[in-house]
């Protein structure tokens, strides 16, 4: 304590530390933990100045400044892909965000428990099943001489098959209800626990009041949602760049691949065809620096409008 | 809270228990014959060590290997491994790869070794050895050499043709796609469908496989990727070259007569299953990818929808010279790391693989059990190709299978006895045949489909064998890009005028990708490679 | 006045109903085909026309898959993985989300910001790797538990719940002298149990599926899991088509058992897919609404 040139402030935050030790507990082992996984691999990023080979090592490789990031920008389909990964991930974004509440509260809405499980348990299901599966699936619905054609010439929609995943413009659409598909289910999961842990007497209060079934929805359900929904949207708004690429990838095609090449699909042709990492690990900083930048924002402007916060 | 606790503890105990087991020793031996065991990496996660084979091995040689499956990206694996330093003893490495780990010195240089310890492979290499050295001087890794003189039994073209409609053709000579075309348009006008859904004359398995492999074939030019060689040696990008132009026209002309699958550009599952309901009149598919499908055709009594294969060209005069063997087997080459103790205990076991009893082991296995020799001749035994014929899984317990078998000196060679070094021959061909395909068969007066390949002219190496150079790399992602955007569009022309316009594209993007640049690359390569062979051979 | 209410109640409902069943059957399709693709002959498969039903049942493919020994002991690791590593995972996040529904905790900004970083950044996977095996936890049961202990995302969802608790509740506690342990768990705990029931199943089905830390970090046999075993399983049936191209003979063109990658993958997915079917049920009762009267209103 001598060491300390201000002894107020330090006796006040060793009696708050002291009467925080559970708090301490209870926090700093796993916060150490998270610091070893997630932070102290960043060393990596430095893969991204260099041209790294793995056999040489972050010391021996060459520095190569901002070449990485020179090769990645000046590449005119890179903003190409940019722009379908805005496009499908802001698609999907918003359908899936609203589709899981609107499933969440219709599923609420449900008295026979039976029903209800049974229609939960099903929902969730494709969230299990391989992409590849699914693609699949999809694809043979889709096919020229699949169900969807044949339903369509027979309703007098088409005078003529088409090939619909030829189609680039349609892309977007069918990624975006293919993954509506695959993960709707699982995602209401977040908002019927909170549902099922909203205070029933506000139910019956309401029941007194006279109010009708979408009064109760508006008045109480949703707002009880809200926070909840609000940090969701703050944390996928920030995954918004980071789309994946299996989905694209199995159903992309020669005649979509406009529409279908996304970044990660971009970056993953770019190390392979030129063996490095250090072009993905100049994208990957590059997402994480978009990333954090969306999820700033998002987080202020939330704060200032709603007082939900993230952090 | 207590009960928690003791929850917690009694799952530690259970976890750290698991854990324990985890450890593995590890002792090796300079000793000529003791006992010793490597590790080496492989992607066949089946493999175990202990086969009959693999015994025979341990046997002579005193060396057992422990397989480290690799479940996942190979590529990724190694690289991690090389990064950490955590490879194991030996792997089988791709020439891309083997050259990152020979920059990170974690390859044992071989020659002097080889010249110490590997008479047989000095032997069998013969001229050629100097072929396994890198430009250094070193030689970093080692493969199987093709010594073959005839072509493997069980080669066949890529352009296959149902049975059917050859019958029906009466079993036309057809070296033309234009006479493909006129049968393909004959059989359709009489049989639109089948059971109840379209037939499809003309269809393609996925990307490549429709409009690249099949074009550089139709030329009679060598599988080289997208790349052709020309008499000078240079390396020219070749689905640019006029013959490219004639096969996508002939793609054009299928589709504007409503015979290119309207699905041509789907997934190739799709394409696997209209090929096994019969529906496919013809298309290029290579045999590993057909033998799925076609099988089922059978199994549903559909014989005579296998299909012929039969080489096809864009036009009548053109002599099919696309039948090459290499002299080396590289592409999965064996290295043998700086974490092996007594590396000179691997090279003599390879050395032994090499030797007439080696081969005889690693390609026919061991006599009694999986052949025996009859009038002086080895024959695989039939209770054995009968079991194998049921359980293909028996090569994982009796053997050969695994790394060992890459060390072959080729189909069709012969060993010092005389007799053959491998197991493919004809006569085991033929045996499997069923009576449509034999009769197809007859009717061109041919045995196998082997018979309808030119013989196959050594060539030093192919481009895909080759490290392939820095510069073409990021070229090599832009050309394939073009291709897989113009190219769709060239085949789905409406017109002519459109079908020009859309080649012409499809030129311009090629050269602004780069093509000059990627042909320069690969010509100094293949050069370079060539100035070495000549040397080497010399 | 009431009956109209009513007739607007019943025929929401029925829409309701109507609606949910439709979405119910879009849903269940794949897991329909899957099942009947896994219980057909899989070169009756490869002609592509398996729908709701097998056209020619077997049980070969789940003889194939089940065939293999390894399996079983995967199996119970993939179980002791999935229960431990739950349970730490679930009692930790817990923890940490109460401290952080503190608003005087000191370090509860600093902690705040490390996760939501920690979510949008990534070293890659070389210098990961290089960390696992610098703290020695290659070839070891403890990689599948501590680099995943805490799941952010799992963090900030109890957090958001509990912070949505009635406050009287954990203040009336702490002045009755409660410490913060005995308020988190005899407190927050039994009113929380549905985002508990939520982290519990995002965790455990984590665990349940993950294969790619086995991949990278361990290569001994014994601590394969199971969704590994069945990834080998998976793989052996790609490369045994490729295989068929392979010259020495041995395989030729008729000699390959009747798998395909398409049957094996089917196979694979009802089985990593039952067990997780199975145990939800015991979870779902968290998330029915009243479930927790009891709970509040003591």
Not at chain 2, 111 to 121: A, H
Not at chain 3, 53 to 73: C, E, G, H, Q, R
Request: proline fraction near 4%; hydrophobic fraction near 45%.
């Amino acid at each position: 304590m001598s060491l300390s040139t201000s002894p107020r402030t330090s006796t006040k935050l060793f009696t708050k530390l002291r009467s925080q030790y559970q708090l301490l507990i209870m926090s700093v082992p796993f916060v150490v933990l998270l610091i070893i996984f997630s932070y102290i691999p960043l060393w990596g990023w430095l893969m991204a100045f260099q041209k790294y080979s793995p056999g040489k090592g972050i010391w021996k490789s060459p520095w190569v400044g901002f070449d990485n990031f020179v090769t990645l920008f000046h590449d005119e389909r890179f903003f190409l892909v940019l722009r379908n990964t805005l496009v499908m991930s802001g698609l999907s974004l918003v359908t899936g965000f609203v589709g899981a509440i609107l499933l969440a509260l219709l599923l609420n809405e449900v008295r026979h428990s039976f029903f209800k499980r049974t229609i939960q348990t099903v929902t969730y299901i494709p969230h299990f099943v391989s992409m590849v599966v699914i693609a699949n699936i999809v694809l043979t619905f889709l096919a020229p001489e699949g169900i969807i054609n044949a339903l369509l010439l027979k309703l007098g929609i088409l005078n003529e098959s088409v090939f619909i995943m030829g189609k680039g413009e349609l892309f977007w659409f069918i990624n975006t209800l293919v993954g509506l598909w695959k993960e709707l289910g699982w995602s209401t999961i977040i908002y019927l626990a909170v549902l099922a842990g909203i205070n029933p007497d506000l139910y019956e209060a309401a029941d007194v009041d006279g109010a009708g079934r979408f009064q109760k929805m508006w008045n109480i359900s949703i707002p009880s949602l809200m926070p909840t929904a609000i940090i969701l949207l703050i944390l996928s708004m920030g995954n918004i760049i980071n789309i994946g690429y299996e989905s694209q990838f199995l159903l992309g095609n020669p005649l979509n691949l406009d529409y279908s090449e996304v970044l990660d699909l971009y970056a993953l042709n770019l190390s392979f065809g030129s063996g490095e990492y250090s072009v993905g690990v100049a994208l990957g900083i590059f997402k994480s620096i978009v990333s954090l930048l969306i999820v700033i924002t998002v987080n202020f402007i939330a704060k200032k409008s709603s007082g939900i916060r993230l952090f | 809270m207590k009960k928690a606790g003791l929850i917690v503890s009694c799952l530690v105990l259970m976890t750290a228990i698991l854990a324990a087991c985890g450890k593995s020793g590890d002792t090796s031996s300079g000793d000529s014959n003791a006992p010793v065991t490597y590790t080496m990496s492989t992607t066949d996660t089946k493999l175990k060590w202990g086969t009959a084979v693999d015994k025979a091995i341990t046997e002579k040689t005193g060396v057992s290997i422990d397989y480290t499956p690799i479940v996942g990206d190979e590529g990724q694996k190694n690289d991690l491994w090389l990064a950490s330093g955590d490879y194991p003893d030996m792997m089988t490495l791709s020439p891309n790869m083997t050259g990152k780990y020979r920059d990170a010195d974690a390859i044992v240089p071989l020659e002097d070794l080889i010249d110490k310890y590997g008479p047989n492979i000095k032997k069998r290499f013969g001229k050629y050895l100097d072929l396994l050295k890198d430009p250094d001087g070193h030689i970093y890794s080692i493969y199987g050499i093709n010594l073959a003189q005839e072509a493997p039994a069980n080669a066949a073209a890529s352009f296959i043709i149902q049975y059917d409609v050859l019958k029906e053709a009466d079993y036309p000579e057809i070296k033309t796609l234009d006479q493909l075309f006129d049968i393909l348009k004959s059989y359709y006008a009489k049989h639109p469908t089948i059971d109840g859904q379209p037939m499809i004359p003309f269809s393609g398995y996925w990307g490549g496989l429709t409009f690249t492999n099949p074009v550089i074939a139709a030329a009679g030019l060598p599988d080289q990727g997208f790349s052709i060689l020309d008499e000078n040696n240079n390396v020219r990008f070749g689905l640019t070259e006029p013959f490219a132009k004639e096969y996508y026209k002939f793609l054009n002309k299928l589709q504007n007569a409503g015979m290119l699958d309207k699905n041509i550009f789907g997934k190739g599952e799709e394409n696997l299953a209209k090929i096994a309901q019969g529906r496919v009149l013809a298309e290029f598919m290579p045999g590993w990818l057909l033998s799925t499908p076609e099988k089922s055709l059978v199994a549903s009594g559909l014989t005579e929808r296998q299909y012929a294969k039969i080489p096809l060209f864009v036009d009548e005069n053109t002599v099919d010279q696309s039948f090459v063997v290499p002299i080396t087997n590289s592409s999965s080459n064996w290295v043998i790391t700086s974490n092996a103790k007594h590396p000179e205990r691997i090279i003599k076991m390879i050395d032994y693989l090499f030797s007439d009893e080696g081969q005889v082991l690693i390609n026919w296995g061991v006599e009694g059990l999986q052949y025996e020799v009859k009038d002086g001749k080895r024959v695989q035994k039939q209770d054995y190709t009968d079991q194998l014929k049921k359980n293909p899984d028996i090569v994982y317990s009796d053997g050969p299978s695994g790394p060992i078998t890459n060390l072959t000196i080729g189909d069709g060679a012969l060993l010092d006895d005389g007799d053959y070094a491998t197991p493919n021959t004809k006569e085991s061909v033929i045996k499997n045949y069923d009576d449509a395909t034999k009769e197809v068969l007859s009717k061109y007066g041919k045995e196998t489909w082997a018979d309808f390949l030119p013989k196959p002219t050594h060539v030093p190496s192919m481009l895909w064998q080759l490290s392939e150079p820095e510069e073409s790399k990021a070229v090599f992602r832009k050309l394939e890009e073009a291709l897989n955007k113009e190219v769709p569009k060239i085949i789905l022309a409406k017109s002519d005028a459109e079908f020009e316009t859309a080649w012409g594209n499809f030129v311009d993007q090629i050269n602004k990708a780069g093509r000059e640049k990627y042909e320069a690359a690969w010509t100094k390569t293949w050069n370079d490679f060539l100035k070495r062979y000549n040397d080497a051979v010399k | 006045m009431k009956i109209r209410l009513r007739f607007r109640d019943i025929s929401f409902d029925i829409v309701n109903y109507v609606l949910l069943a439709l979405l119910g059957f879009i849903t269940l399709y794949p897991f329909i085909n899957l099942l009947a693709v896994s219980l057909n002959d899989p070169l009756d498969t490869v002609r592509g026309q398996v729908y709701f039903f097998p056209n020619k049942f077997t049980l070969d493919n789940f003889k194939i898959v089940f065939d293999d020994s390894a399996l079983y002991m995967a199996g119970l690791r993939s179980i002791l993985r999935t229960v431990v590593g739950t349970f730490l995972s679930v009692i930790c996040t817990m923890m940490l989300a109460y401290t952080l529904t503190r608003k005087d905790f000191i370090l509860r900004k600093s902690i705040n910001l490390i996760m939501i970083v920690s979510m949008y950044v990534t070293g890659g996977i070389i210098p990961s790797y290089l960390l696992i095996k610098g703290l020695g936890l290659t070839n070891s049961f403890w990689v599948y538990i501590l680099p995943g202990l805490i799941g952010v995302f799992n963090v900030i969802i109890m957090r958001t719940a509990m912070e949505g608790l009635p406050e009287g509740l954990i203040e009336s506690a702490r002045i009755e002298g409660a410490n913060d342990f005995q308020v988190l768990f005899r407190i927050i705990l039994p009113i929380s149990l549905p985002v508990l029931a939520t982290v519990t199943l995002f965790n455990s089905v984590g665990h349940w599926n993950s294969w790619f830390d086995n991949y990278l970090y361990n290569t001994r046999d014994n601590l394969n899991l199971l969704q590994y075993e069945l990834m080998k399983i998976l793989l052996q049936s790609t490369s045994q088509m490729v295989n068929n191209a392979s010259s020495t003979g041995y395989v030729d063109s008729d000699a390959v058992k009747n798998v395909t990658p398409e049957a094996i993958r089917a196979t694979m997915t009802v089985i990593v897919t039952f067990p997780i079917l199975l145990v939800y049920p015991f979870l779902q009762k968290y998330f029915i609404k009243g479930a927790l009267i009891g709970a509040v209103k003591e």
